[in-house]
């Protein structure tokens, strides 16, 4: 009796050992399947909870070194892959994969050290030109290579002020008394909907290991529905130089622009900005700037004007598997009418700004940004009497998804209200759009 049950038990410990095993090799099964479908976050978010148990199995750490990679949780990722190094120190995947997590953490001179050691052990030809890639990708994000870039922008969008108008039909004009003014329809609130087509070029090209060139040409068109008359078209240009020594990169640039409203010249924009910029550490970079522009209006000199902006700004991306970031920056300036009867255009400008993004999984990326103008205007206005004082307000809403191949589709919602003492300057807008983008990169 004692040894039929002894039989029985030991049967019944043998199977719970195949059933336990069986359900280890199907969990491990289903994160290389979502692995090979690049759905790496499901991939890490099943196998993550059984680190405790599984930890020491070659290929469970391998699946999970790869999906940690992969899906944002870097440092866990490589945890994983050295535990299968610390198995099978010949096991080149897993190298790779170490490598390859270097380069996202920044540690490119790491990143570059292990993948020529890969190269050297003569690896596949597939595994080779993968390797070259990320060889390829390293000397761009160094600036050790020349490299090309292009974009189209598509959108479609409802603007419920196309015009940037006041919304009130009559206005009282103090220098005539108080006189009351009906406003011409053109000048009020109008809303439709647009589209937008939108494109550009740039270039970089390195002269040693620390300085290179830099340009850049942007077109953006923007067509109303029914109100073609504020049709809207921007151009811009610039182009400079940049040096970079350790974490600290200095970039100084010449601007250009032109701003058309319905196929007319409206303004154009010269000037110069430079910038210091620091990597303080692998989480935070902060920035100086400081711009000039000389600004000239089409057919009406008296508003032309010089204005001048310097400011900072902090970044900061936060650990965790959802790589939030957040940043922040305030600027203060003046902007001076050249004309001398014309000081009441004249102001003084600070301004903050604000936001951060949250990628939600490989695919979807979720952003915020906000902002606040002051501007207060030096002398009283001539028509109605007293000196302008602005308060502008800005937030913006919004997704990016990557559905691949260099494509984003960037569903937003904005809204901008400029708070003024004058009420024809007086106004808010709301914008609803989708953008879809593809970028080109050689």
């Given amino acids: 009796m004692l040894k039929a049950n002894i039989r029985a038990i030991t049967l019944v410990l043998m199977l719970g050992t195949t059933s336990l095993a069986n359900a280890q090799d199907a969990v491990l099964d289903k994160a290389a399947a979502l692995i090979k479908a690049h759905d790496y976050k499901a991939a890490y978010l099943l196998l993550e909870p059984l ?57 490119v ?26 060889m390829n990708a390293i000397d ?17 969008g409802h603007d419920t002020n196309v015009n940037s108008a006041t919304t009130s039909s009559n206005i009282a004009v103090p220098v005539f008394g108080g006189a009351i003014f009906t406003l011409n329809p053109l000048s009020r609130e109008r809303s439709d909907n ?8 740039s270039f970089r090209q390195p ?142 400008i600070l301004g903050a700004r604000a936001g951060g993004q949250l990628s939600l999984n490989t695919k979807w990326v979720a952003y915020a940004t906000s902002s606040y103008e002051y501007r207060d205007y030096d002398d009283t206005d001539p028509i109605f009497l007293r000196s302008r004082l602005d308060k502008q307000y800005d937030v913006s809403v919004g997704l990016r998804y990557l559905p691949g191949y260099n494509w984003v589709i960037r569903p937003q919602i904005s809204y901008l209200k400029n708070d003024s003492n004058i009420i024809i300057n007086d106004y808010d807008r709301t914008v609803i759009s989708v953008n879809f983008r593809h970028d080109f990169n050689w």
Avoid: M
Wanted: glycine share 10%; aromatic share 14%; net charge negative.
């Fill in 51 to 107: 680190e405790d148990e599984h930890s020491g199995n070659v290929e469970y750490d391998y699946l999970l070194g790869v999906a940690g990679v992969e899906s944002g949780n870097v440092t866990r990722g490589v945890f994983a892959l050295e535990r299968v190094l610390a198995v099978e120190p010949t096991n080149n995947n897993a190298r790779a994969e170490i490598a390859k997590a270097h380069f996202k953490l920044g540690e």
């Fill in 109 to 134: 001179d790491s990143s570059k050290t292990e993948f020529k050691n890969l190269l050297d052990q003569k690896p596949s030809q597939e595994t080779t030109d993968a390797i070259n890639r990320y």
């Fill in 140 to 156: 761009k994000s160094l600036g050790l290579t020349t490299t090309f870039a292009a974009y189209l922008d598509f959108g479609l």
């Fill in 194 to 201: 647009f589209t937008s087509l939108a494109g550009g070029v």
């Fill in 207 to 348: 002269i040693n290991n620390q300085v290179a060139v830099f340009s850049a040409l942007n077109l953006n068109n923007r067509f109303n529905v029914n109100q073609s008359t504020f049709d809207t078209a921007y151009l811009d240009f610039n182009g400079g130089l940049s040096y970079k020594k350790f974490t600290d990169t200095f970039s100084a640039a010449l601007q250009a622009s032109t701003f058309e409203v319905d196929s007319n010249r409206f303004r154009n924009t010269y000037g110069f900005t430079g910038q210091w910029q620091r990597d303080l550490d692998d989480h935070n970079q902060v920035n100086v700037f400081g711009q000039y522009a000389r600004i000239s209006y089409a057919g009406n000199s008296f508003r032309d004007a010089d204005r001048y902006v310097a400011g900072g700004g902090w970044a900061h991306v936060f650990e965790g598997d959802k790589s939030p970031v957040l940043f922040l920056s305030g600027y203060g300036g003046q902007e001076n009418a050249r004309n001398s009867g014309a000081d009441f255009l004249s102001n003084c």
